[in-house]
C-alpha cells in the first residue's frame, strides 16, 4: 500500500499549485481522503479532506483559496491551491484510513515566497 504525493514546488504569493495524491495497492474509491501541511517548527494540521461520496471540507485558513476533488478512476485526489500565502509553505502530506490503519504519503514540499 502506497501513497504518493506530489505537485508541490516554490510559487510566488498571489500564484497556484495543484497537489496530487495517487495510492497504489489500495482502492481510494469510497475512503475519505485527508490533506495535512507541517510547517517548520510547528505541528501538522488538517487542511481538507473529502468523504468517498465527494464532499469537501476545508480548515479556516484554506477556505476559498484551496479545492480538494477526486478522480475514483486514476485512484488519485487533488489539492488546487490558489491565493497562496507565505504562511501556506509546508510539508503536504495525503492520508487516508482504512480498517482502521493510517496510511500516509511521503509528503511534498510547498514554498511560497517572493
Known amino acids: 500500500v502506497q501513497l504518493q504525493a506530489s505537485g508541490g514546488g516554490l510559487v510566488q504569493p498571489g500564484g497556484s499549485l495543484r497537489l496530487s495524491c495517487v495510492a497504489s495497492?489500495?482502492?481510494?474509491?469510497?475512503?475519505?481522503v485527508y490533506w495535512y501541511r507541517q510547517a517548520p517548527g510547528k505541528q501538522r494540521e488538517l487542511v481538507a479532506r473529502?468523504?468517498?461520496?465527494?464532499?469537501?471540507n476545508y480548515k479556516d485558513p484554506v477556505k476559498g483559496r484551496f479545492t480538494v476533488s477526486r478522480d475514483d478512476d486514476r485512484n488519485t485526489v487533488y489539492l488546487q491551491m490558489n491565493s497562496l500565502k507565505p504562511e501556506d509553505t509546508a510539508v503536504y502530506y495525503c492520508?487516508?484510513?482504512?480498517?482502521?490503519?493510517?496510511?500516509w504519503g511521503q509528503g511534498t514540499l510547498v514554498t511560497v515566497s517572493s
Open positions: 495497492g489500495i482502492v481510494f474509491r469510497a475512503n475519505t
Open positions: 492520508n487516508t484510513i482504512i480498517y482502521a490503519t493510517n496510511y
Open positions: 473529502i468523504t468517498g461520496g465527494g464532499l469537501a
